[in-house]
């Protein structure tokens, strides 16, 4: 058994089909793409796989377990993300690539929000030490943690900090 397994999954918004009885498996260490044009249903598939979209019907196995109880933010912690194809998030509030992995990883934090918003020790070391490991990582990507001016290596950081099992994403970096 792989692991990840897609079997007969489908989307339907009313007589739409977005997605039609897919099936696939993604062995461990394997890379798979999907490809397709402009409204084939790429990004309505990885949607699916992370419960952002509920399925119309079929079912997705990871590590043997049907990821169909699984909220979004559990699927995280078992190791599966995703990367979006909008990258102005990054830039909304003005935070730097840093910030920004930083505040994807908030998933590996052993401090809660209220320890973290007053300062206590615990929030500010755990912060200090993951600071650490992000800039040895951006560094590594080649990019500068100050600039937002190489974003896309964002999403390799991601998936580097969070030992995920699986990535999906919209646009791989080249």
Known sequence: MGLLQVEGISRHF????????????VEEKQI???????????????????????LSSGRVMFKDTDLA????HELVGMG???????????SIHKMNVLENVMLGLHHQYDHGLFSAGIGLRKARSNEKQMEE??????LF?????????????????????SNWGVRLQPNPPC
Do not use: M, W, Y
């Open 14 to 25: 009313g007589d739409l089909k977005a997605v039609s009885n897919v099936s696939f498996e």
């Open 32 to 54: 798979v793409s999907v490809i397709g044009p402009n409204g084939a249903g790429k990004s309505t598939l990885l949607n699916l796989i992370t419960q952002v979209l509920p």
């Open 69 to 72: 109880s699984r909220r979004t």
């Open 80 to 90: 599966i993300a995703r990367t979006f194809q909008n990258i102005r998030l990054f």
């Open 133 to 138: 490991r992000l800039l040895k990582s951006l």
């Open 141 to 161: 990507f080649g990019s500068n943690p100050l600039p937002i001016h190489r974003l896309r290596s964002c999403r390799s950081v991601f998936s580097v900090l």
